[in-house]
């Protein structure tokens, strides 16, 4: 491809809208714009790494003896109505009319459809084990899209869907997928960590992401080497301490503590830390606010609160009109001490030889007191966010945490869509048994990001290899001055073509600094310099992206490293 022909603009500045760093290279190289919020172009270099990346996964899901179709993306309200989820999906999903005023949505996922599929087209358990998966655009209305492709609102998934008899199947089926995905992410030439998982929206038993380790990463991932542990912060328990707890033996006094409504003020003017006090925040019931108290340096775990009997879903804290309606006390003080409220204490909690809390009236606390003597030693549970240093779930070793971006995700739906659209099967004896399920996704365009966030330096990007828009890119120095460049260099661009190179040619009337800047910025994997004194001595600059150190070669030489 000649270098002219692509209408690639690449841009010097960092892009003020790019928060991270693949945001930025994406738009400096050319390889996406935006439209609108989360709506983007993927211009012909990027599409290139987006077909690569989906190749890959296309190739990978076939080994696994997967089946491609291409379902619609505009789905019927009727569908989602039938697994309860038209109203329960929330406004992710874009409603759309259509001219008789019937309701559809633009499919996040698809779930609704395959089943569809299943319960027309399956009838004998024979037919099973089958896997079906498409490569197909996705819309969801991100409450806040961001950085570029990542977190977009319109975006390119593969999502497969298995179907079997029982559990047993589909745990196969699970499992390789488990290595599929794997296979497709190695090569890819990605650092990633599978880790556990909450099932979220889609429901159903056990699940696992697959996340690509990066600092920009939005989700935290707690693992243990030691104990082979990881999983999504969100889902990691946390332990009961079974450590002796010696308690203070001062008595609780009330403090006069104003304008401390927040911890960070509180413990400036008592001169504290943040896990000397408790927090306590008050959640929306079903009936009244239901309390949570957590030590108050740790963070509430939305998921584990959910789980709190008569909580309202999703969680939400009570406002301060409702606290002050239900308790009567002011926003910024309350405690657990005579709160009038259903409470839940974290484990953690029982642990604090002694505690600050609010006193239930505006600016006063209580300092000093005590778990058992003054909260009632109640049962705790488990309510906040894993950290460093936590013992890990499995009880050997400290947990770390790492930064990922989740670019793959696996569920056991189990009989979650084949109950609720009635999808079956007859097994031996003739008798009709619901489908179990698997569904399996793969953030296609969200990988290319990623990849960038792995894979960058301060001149640009460096493509892995197997997904590199072009392996070569071929820079003849003032070809327009000079015929025996021009020649040499189109001479080499044709050779590699034939040898199904994919090549680069930079045939711009430009300067080279301008021409090797792109290159690097771009990212191609190998550079070729062609000048009229290379010529003179049989020679071709050779450079990789990776090791920046270019080396003279005679012709055959650089094609032979180019091939290999
Ligand atoms: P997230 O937690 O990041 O919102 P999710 O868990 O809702 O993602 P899934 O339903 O598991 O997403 O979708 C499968 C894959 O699609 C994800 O693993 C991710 O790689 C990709 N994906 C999801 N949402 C987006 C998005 N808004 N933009 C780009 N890719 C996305
Ligand atoms: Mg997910």
């Known amino acids: 491809m000649f270098y002219s022909k692509l209408g690639l603009t690449t841009i010097k500045e960092n892009p003020s809208d790019a928060e991270i760093i693949s945001h930025q290279l994406m738009l400096r190289a050319g390889l996406i714009r935006k439209l609108s919020a989360g709506l983007y172009t993927w211009m012909p270099i990027g599409l290139r790494v987006l077909r690569k990346v989906e190749n890959i996964v296309r190739e990978e899901m076939n080994n696994a003896g997967a089946q491609e179709l291409l379902m619609p993306a505009v789905q019927p309200s009727s569908l989602w109505e039938e697994s309860g989820r038209w109203n329960e999906y929330g406004s992710l999903l874009l409603r759309i009319k259509d001219r008789h005023n019937r309701d559809y949505c633009f499919g996040p996922t698809h779930e609704e459809v395959i089943t569809d599929i299943a319960r027309k087209e399956l009838r004998s358990h ?17 409450i806040r899209p961001r950085f570029g492709v990542m977190r977009a609102r319109e975006f390119l998934m593969k999502d497969a869907y298995s179907f079997h ?4 199947s589909l745990e196969q089926g699970y499992n390789l997928m488990h290595e599929t995905y794997s296979k497709a992410f190695e090569r890819m030439g990605l650092e990633f960590r599978v880790v556990d998982a909450d099932s979220g929206e889609i429901g159903g038993n056990r699940s696992q992401e697959f996340h690509v380790i990066a600092d920009s990463g939005e989700d935290a991932i707690a693992y243990c080497d030691e104990e082979n542990y990881a999983a999504n912060i969100e889902l990691t328990p946390t332990l009961k301490s079974q450590a002796k707890i010696v308690k203070s033996k001062k008595r609780k006094e009330k403090k006069h503590t104003p304008n ?13 830390e943040p896990k000397d006090t408790v927090k306590t925040l008050l959640l929306k019931g079903e009936k009244k606010p239901i309390a949570v108290v957590l030590r108050g340096d740790h963070q509430l775990n939305i998921i584990k609160a959910a789980k709190i009997s008569g909580i309202s879903l999703p969680v939400t804290m ?7 309606k239900s308790t009567g006390y002011d926003f910024g003080y309350i405690g657990p ?12 909690v029982a642990e604090m030889p002694s505690l600050i809390c609010g006193a239930n009236e505006k600016d006063y606390h209580f300092v000093d007191a005590n778990f ?8 705790t549970i488990d309510l906040r966010n894993a950290e460093v240093g936590d013992p890990s779930p499995n009880g050997r070793g400290k947990l770390s945490v790492a930064r990922g971006i989740e670019v793959g995700h696996i569920f056991q739906l189990g009989t979650k869509y084949s109950q609720a659209l009635k999808a079956s099967v007859q097994d031996d004896s003739g008798k009709d048994v619901p489908l179990s399920m698997g569904c399996y996704g793969i953030g296609i365009s969200r990988i290319v990001a990623a990849a960038i966030e792995q894979n960058h330096d301060e001149s640009g990007i460096i493509w892995p290899e197997n997904i590199a828009p072009y392996k070569v890119i071929i820079i003849p120095i003032n070809m327009h001055k000079s015929k025996k460049v021009e020649t040499a260099a189109l001479d080499l661009y044709e050779f590699l073509k034939n040898q199904n190179i994919e090549v680069l040619f930079d045939d711009r009337k430009i300067r080279p600094g301008i021409q090797f800047a792109d290159a690097e910025l771009i990212g191609i994997p190998i550079r070729i310099v062609i000048s009229e004194k290379g010529i003179t001595n049989n020679q071709i600059e050779f450079r990789s992206r990776i090791s920046q150190d270019s080396e003279m070669l005679s012709r055959e030489e650089a094609i032979k490293r180019i091939i290999s």
């Open 126 to 142: 024979k037919q099973l084990p089958l896997n079906f998966y498409q490569i197909q655009t996705k819309f969801r209305d991100e």
């Open 165 to 168: 008899l029982d559990q047993d």
């Open 260 to 272: 401390t409504k927040d911890i960070a003020s509180l413990c400036k003017l008592l001169k504290v």
């Open 318 to 324: 009570a406002d301060e009109k409702e606290i002050k």
């Open 337 to 348: 001490i005579d709160l009038g409220l259903e409470i839940y204490y974290d484990h953690a």
């Open 372 to 379: 058992s003597d003054d909260l009632g030693n109640p049962d």
